[in-house]
C-alpha cells in the first residue's frame, strides 16, 4: 500500500449538484495532484498542488476546484455536476517538484452522476 | 500536445508465457513512468526511467527506454495470474513538472492458469 487514502470510496450524486473528495498524502509528501479517469481511458491530470498553492492545471473548467491544507491533505470540488463528470478520481501525492521523482496513487473515489 | 499510445490494448496469455506491452510518445520523453491499475482501482507504481537507453527490473517484470525512438517497452517473463491487470504509462509532459503525468489507455492484460 502507498499510504495514500481517499474518501468516500463511492459516491452517487445527481446532475446540477455539488460534491468534494478527500486525499490524505502519504506521509512526507506535500504535493498532491488530482486526476479524472473515465472508463477506459488513461488518468487525465486535473490540477496539482504545492505546498497549498495551485502548481498547474489541465484542460477543466473552473468547476473543478481544490484546496491542500497545511498538513497536505486535500480536497477536489466539483460543482454543477455533469453526467460527464461520472468517473473514477485519484489523488497522487510525491515530494517537490523535480522531474523524476515519483507520484504515489490513492485508491481512488468513483463518482456515478445520474 | 503530447500523446503516448500503447500497443497491443489487450492481451491473453497462458501462465508462463513471455509477453512485452510498449509504449510509443509523441513528443520526447524526459521521464516515463510504468503503473499497474487493477480493475477500478488506484495506479501501482512499478517503475520509472529517465535516461535513454535505461533499463530497470524488478521481479520478472523489466522495463526499457529507447530515447531516439521515443519508446518504452514492458516485459515480463514466465507470466504468472498475479500479473493480470491493467498496465499504463505515463510520461511528465512535455518536460515539465512531475505533477502534470499525461497516460496511455493502457494495456489489458489476463494470464490463464
Known amino acids: 500500500e502507498t499510504g495514500v487514502t481517499q474518501s468516500p470510496t463511492h459516491l452517487i450524486k445527481t446532475r446540477g449538484q455539488q460534491v468534494t473528495l478527500r486525499c490524505s498524502s502519504q506521509?512526507?509528501?506535500?504535493?498532491v495532484s488530482w486526476y479524472q479517469q473515465a472508463l477506459g481511458q488513461g488518468p487525465q491530470f486535473i490540477f496539482q498542488?504545492?505546498?497549498?498553492?495551485?502548481?498547474g492545471r489541465g484542460n477543466f473548467p473552473p468547476r473543478f476546484s481544490g484546496l491542500q491544507f497545511p498538513n497536505y491533505s486535500s480536497e477536489l470540488n466539483v460543482n454543477a455536476l455533469e453526467l460527464d463528470d461520472s468517473a473514477l478520481y485519484l489523488c497522487?501525492?510525491?515530494?517537490?517538484?523535480?522531474?523524476?521523482?515519483?507520484?504515489?496513487f490513492g485508491p481512488g473515489t468513483r463518482l456515478t452522476v445520474l | 500536445s503530447q500523446e503516448l499510445e500503447q500497443s497491443p490494448q489487450s492481451l491473453i496469455v497462458q501462465e508462463g508465457k513471455n509477453l512485452t506491452i510498449n509504449c510509443t510518445s509523441s513528443?520526447?520523453?524526459?521521464?516515463l513512468y510504468w503503473y499497474k491499475q487493477k480493475y477500478g482501482e488506484g495506479l501501482i507504481f512499478l517503475m520509472m526511467?529517465?535516461?535513454?537507453?535505461e533499463e530497470k527490473s524488478h521481479e520478472k517484470i523489466t522495463a526499457k527506454l529507447d530515447e531516439k525512438k521515443q519508446q518504452s517497452s514492458l516485459h515480463i517473463t514466465a507470466s504468472q495470474p498475479s500479473h493480470a491487470g491493467i498496465y499504463l504509462c505515463?510520461?511528465?509532459?512535455?518536460?515539465?513538472?512531475?505533477?502534470?503525468?499525461?497516460f496511455g489507455k493502457g494495456t489489458k492484460l489476463s494470464v490463464k492458469p
Open positions: 497522487a501525492s510525491s515530494y517537490g517538484l523535480a522531474v523524476g521523482g515519483t507520484q504515489y
Open positions: 505515463g510520461a511528465d509532459k512535455d518536460g515539465g513538472s512531475q505533477g502534470n503525468l499525461i
Open positions: 498542488y504545492y505546498r497549498e498553492e495551485e502548481n
Open positions: 526511467l529517465q535516461k535513454g537507453g
Open positions: 506521509s512526507g509528501h506535500n504535493t
Open positions: 513528443k520526447t520523453l524526459y521521464g
